[in-house]
């Protein structure tokens, strides 16, 4: 009872402050005359947050997993109309056909450790489709899903050589379930991401915090900002905070 209670509040907290950062999206535009796009889009102020606390090339790199609307709730589009480069990567057809009218690169796949094929389930709600098998969902809300279909599936280091991507910037997972999954199938050491953001908690999916906070203590990142939804890790050999 209590933990439903919990959650029930926590659900409440976070709708509130998706409100709140929707308003500061839409009246607060950065004020900084280098940068030729000035709207952020994040769902939790992610973009902002990194843009403003971390010092980053003002060209660089990201790589978004569970890319999901281009526009709308993302966390790279503010870098990428600002002359970043980079690759979208998505399971969902209609998500990607959207990214493929807004973004430079987008690939239609799920990022899995074993490549071929794999079981996609899309939900009724745009932002929640997953590979994530329906029976381990949990929580207050009950996720209404599609029927299954087989999507490409690639370890991530597949898609980086594709695109002849080194070192990346920005590397940003939001792929309701599968995280850790994904975080397994690149190389670290040739791509030493400077900035990760990842999707600890969604409805329906529980609180993953731990665990994913469990898999980078094994590696040089310090976890530095936490929204609603997402952890943002730092990696600690190339970090430097900024006052912007």
């Known amino acids: 009872m209590k933990s439903e209670l919990f959650n029930l509040i926590r659900?409440?907290?976070?709708?509130?402050?998706?409100?709140?950062?929707k308003f500061q999206n839409k009246y607060y535009k950065l004020n900084n005359k280098n940068y030729k796009y000035k709207n952020f889009h994040s769902q939790f102020g992610e973009d902002r947050y990194i843009f403003e606390k971390i010092e980053l090339p003002q060209?660089?790199?990201?790589?978004?997993?569970?890319?999901?609307?281009p526009i709308s709730y993302s966390n790279t589009y503010f870098f990428e109309k600002n002359g970043w480069k980079g690759v979208c990567i998505d399971a969902d057809?209609?998500?990607v056909n959207l990214l493929k009218a807004e973004r430079s690169n987008v690939e239609w796949a799920a990022i899995s450790p074993e490549e071929g094929e794999i079981e996609f389930f899309p939900a009724f709600l745009p932002e929640l489709p997953t590979t994530k098998q329906r029976h381990e969902h949990e929580g207050l809300i009950k996720i209404p899903f599609?029927?299954?279909v087989k999507v490409l599936s690639f370890r991530l280091e597949t898609i980086l050589e594709k695109y002849n991507i080194g070192v990346i910037d920005i590397l940003d997972i939001?792929?309701?379930?599968?995280?850790?999954?994904?975080?397994?199938?690149f190389d670290y050491e040739k791509h030493r991401p400077q900035?990760?953001?990842i999707e600890y908690y969604g409805l329906g999916l529980g609180d993953k915090s731990e665990k994913i906070k469990e898999f980078f203590s094994k590696l040089p990142y310090r976890l530095v900002h936490r929204t609603?939804?997402?952890?943002?890790?730092v990696n600690q050999e190339r970090e430097v905070m900024s006052d912007k």
Not at 174 to 185: A, C, F, K, P, S
Request: include cysteine; hydrophobic fraction near 50%.
């Open 11 to 21: 659900l409440i907290y976070c709708g509130i402050m998706m409100l709140v950062f």
């Open 59 to 69: 060209k660089g790199v990201f790589v978004d997993i569970g890319a999901g609307h």
């Open 93 to 95: 057809i209609n998500q």
């Open 146 to 148: 599609k029927d299954t």
């Open 174 to 185: 939001d792929v309701e379930g599968t995280e850790l999954e994904v975080l397994e199938t």
């Open 195 to 197: 900035v990760v953001i």
């Open 228 to 233: 609603c939804s997402n952890l943002i890790f």
